[in-house]
């Protein structure tokens, strides 16, 4: 017979997992460039948040939480590897599967970015973290949270060209006549 604070627990797990899924792994796969890999990623990062839950529903930013562990074990995954591969089109973006991608020019741009100021910026834009909260999730100071938020926004108006400000507002991320490049 199941405690009622188990299953309790269990629901409210389902529900954080049906809620972040698809930020977590868009930011994931924005960082990755592989759906798959993205989504093994993922699919570890909430696998290890079940297992520590009652420490991670604590945390000021659960999503946050999953992304850090999803990208920490993409290192791992790279550092097991232990062979060159080639990177060639490894600027090239993730072709489009469902509604958790970005749209490509914006993908592309953000893959061409250092990796810290990827991580970044996926944090303080797409999932819209203060910066405070991202730099203690990358484990940076503030300060070089805004210093990466800065040239990592500075690539992408150079990629985009100058912005055009919108007669009716903001344009929702993933659309719009600047290729979906909206910074909140």
């Known amino acids: 017979m199941r405690s009622w604070h188990v299953e309790q627990g269990q629901a409210e797990f389902a529900e954080f997992y049906r809620s972040a899924r698809d930020d977590c792994l868009r930011i994931v796969l924005v960082n990755v460039g592989d759906r798959a890999l993205a989504e093994d990623l993922v699919a570890e990062g909430f696998s290890r948040a079940w297992a520590?839950?009652?420490?991670?529903?604590?945390?000021?930013?659960?999503?946050?939480?999953?992304?850090?562990?999803?990208?920490?074990?993409?290192?791992?995954?790279?550092?097991?590897?232990?062979?060159?591969?080639?990177?060639?089109g490894h600027d090239v973006a993730a072709p489009p599967g469902g509604g958790a991608?970005?749209?490509a020019p914006v993908t592309t741009a953000l893959r061409r970015l250092p990796a810290r100021q990827r991580q970044v910026i996926t944090l303080r834009v797409l999932l819209d973290l203060d910066t405070e909260t991202t730099a203690r999730v990358l484990g940076i100071s503030p300060g070089t949270v805004r210093a990466h938020l800065h040239r990592a926004l500075a690539a992408m108006r150079s990629e985009f060209g100058p912005a055009q400000e919108p007669a009716q507002g903001p344009e929702p991320l993933g659309q719009g006549p600047r290729h979906g490049w909206a910074p909140r």
């Open 52 to 88: 520590s839950w009652p420490k991670v529903r604590q945390h000021p930013v659960p999503r946050a939480w999953v992304i850090r562990t999803a990208l920490n074990a993409h290192v791992s995954w790279w550092r097991r590897r232990r062979r060159e591969v080639r990177l060639d």
């Open 101 to 103: 991608t970005l749209n």
